[in-house]
């Protein structure tokens, strides 16, 4: 009776079978675990706060004062602030990063396995993602 032969994987499909079946899932649950815990603190801090918000909110339109667009830096200072609708920010950001960082390393799997026709079809589909994450905040 022969024995059959068994193909012993190359480090690099070791390596890639690692990553995908390990790291991956790892980085994926943190950044939506982070992103349910900031919706979480958010909703709380909402139903805390919520009509102290809208009383200001309403005040700035009627002075003129409302700002439309808001740096990252003002996030962040609000956050530190402790307000909620930052915090509901963070979390709906840290959501759209999902199929951004999913995308993204499948993109550096297949550049190193050198499977050019997969690596275009990725990095389009990373560009379209990225263009409409900043088409949705410019426009």
Request: proline residues 4%; charged residues 15%.
């Amino acid at each position: 009776m022969a024995n059959p032969v068994v193909e012993q994987p190359d480090s690099i499909s070791a390596d890639e079978d690692r990553i995908l079946r390990f790291w991956t899932p790892v980085l994926l649950r943190t950044i939506v675990l982070l992103a349910v815990m900031a919706l979480v603190v958010g909703l709380i801090l909402t139903a805390l706060y919520t009509p102290a918000h809208f009383v200001e909110r309403f005040h700035e339109v009627q002075l003129g004062h409302l700002v439309g667009r808001q740096s990252i830096a003002m996030i962040a200072s609000k956050i530190l602030a402790g307000e909620p609708r930052a915090f509901l920010m963070l979390g709906l950001f840290l959501l759209t990063m999902v199929p951004l960082v999913r995308v993204a390393f499948c993109l550096g799997l297949f550049i190193r396995a050198r499977d050019y026709a997969f690596v275009g079809f990725t990095a389009y589909v990373l560009a379209a993602l990225i263009i409409g994450a900043m088409i949705g905040r410019i426009g």
